[in-house]
């Protein structure tokens, strides 16, 4: 009875200590501050229409789902609005306006009908993080999981954007997904093309 007690807590420690300092949760903003390539700015790259592309993971680590999306960011100063519209492989859609708000030291502040209060973010070097707990729709269950986004731009201008979602401690679900403007101007800023 000992053994197993002290081989489940070896084992918890290990799963605590992997995820303190080893999994995608571990890393900070100031892990990419000065980090080489172009500094993340909202109001520059998540700005005008967008599209994104990615797929959702399950709990076993199986692509569970794959979706298209157009956005649409608009700013006014340190003021944003970002639409979303996806379109899911099974044929579903779904709708979601950010509003969202710069701060002074790259802090971000947002809100959306599915975000339980606001979510927060930072933006550091290539890269931002926002952490936010979202209510899943009811035909999923009505779940509240707690979200992690990490968005890492891209000398071309795309964005990476990889979110995990945990219930309980537990990564349910993740997404990967790229963000592009949707004229290719970040092709043209690259290449320096003006065609």
């Given at each position: ?27 900070r903003?100031g ?6 390539g172009?500094?993340f ?21 199986r692509v569970?789902?794959?979706f298209h ?61 926002m952490?936010?707990?979202?209510r ?8 509240v ?8 731009l891209?000398?071309?201008?795309t ?17 990967v ?14 290449t320096?093309?003006t065609?």
């Open positions: 009875m000992t053994t197993v007690l002290i081989a489940t807590l070896l084992i918890l420690a290990l799963v605590w200590a992997r995820r303190q300092w080893g999994g995608f949760t571990a890393q903003p892990d990419y501050a000065g980090a080489d172009p500094v700015d909202l109001r520059r790259h998540l700005d005008g229409p967008l599209v994104c592309e990615g797929v959702i993971y399950g709990p076993f680590g569970t789902s794959r999306a157009r956005i649409n960011c608009t700013w006014d100063g340190d003021t944003g609005m970002m639409d979303e519209l996806f379109t899911y492989s099974d044929g579903s859609t779904q709708a979601r306006a950010w509003a969202l708000r710069c701060h002074d030291g790259g802090g971000v502040s947002a809100t959306a009908d599915d975000v339980v209060g606001a979510a927060h973010g930072i933006t550091s070097g290539p890269t931002f993080q952490r936010y707990r979202i899943l729709a009811e035909d999923l269950g009505g779940h999981l707690r979200a992690v986004d990490w968005m890492y891209t000398p071309s201008g964005i990476t954007n990889r979110s995990q979602f945990y219930k309980l401690g537990i990564c349910v679900a993740e997404l997904a790229t963000i592009r403007p949707a004229d290719g101007a970040a092709q043209r800023e690259l320096g093309s065609t």
